[in-house]
């Protein structure tokens, strides 16, 4: 989580899924961590601004590969790492300055090959409803040329999709 700005303000702190209601999950998520929502968060609507959630869905991405101990560094000593291709983001309900967010993901899709996807569950902590869920295609490529390439056996043994 060191290696970008963007997180810098991040309150994101890893939980265990028991802190949380268990059945409030689409699927049983790999990982999960808990975050406060912040005044500087909220847009002119007095609620979280969507950026905002994409900045979320990256740095428990990041926490869980770490968690797996995949960081950047790691990505770097490898030669490969993980990119983007595609975020889908659906928002539910709205959030506030103090709420108390649980985030979870688990890998959902991965063959292997370059692509693998990635799902989000924000569920509000005070009243367990699911306020944004989504999910990111990640691509796995080699880092000096930033070209797809197949994901290397780390990848594949640390990203196992849930069943």
């Given at each position: ?6 997180f810098?303000?991040?309150?994101l ?27 500087e ?5 007095g ?5 905002i ?15 797996l ?11 490969y790492?993980?990119?983007a ?7 539910k309900?709205?959030?506030f ?28 902590a ?38």
């Amino acid at each position: 989580m060191n290696n970008s700005n963007i997180f810098k303000d991040v309150n994101l702190t890893p939980i265990a899924l028991a802190d949380t209601a268990p059945s409030v999950w689409n699927s049983t998520p790999q990982f999960v961590g808990r975050l406060i929502v912040q005044a500087e968060h909220l847009d002119e609507f007095g609620h979280t601004n969507n950026t905002i959630y994409l900045v979320w869905m990256q740095a428990i991405a990041a926490l869980h590969s770490s968690h797996l101990g995949l960081t950047f560094e790691s990505f770097v000593e490898l030669g490969y790492g993980c990119v983007a291709r595609q975020h889908h983001m659906e928002y539910k309900r709205p959030t506030f300055a103090d709420d108390t967010l649980w985030v979870a993901t688990w890998i959902s899709q991965n063959d292997g090959k370059a692509d693998m996807t990635r799902q989000y569950q924000f569920v509000r902590a005070s009243d367990q409803v699911t306020v944004m869920q989504g999910h990111t295609q990640w691509v796995c490529i080699d880092m000096k040329t930033g070209r797809p390439k197949k994901q290397p056996p780390q990848f594949v043994e640390a990203y196992k999709a849930v069943a």
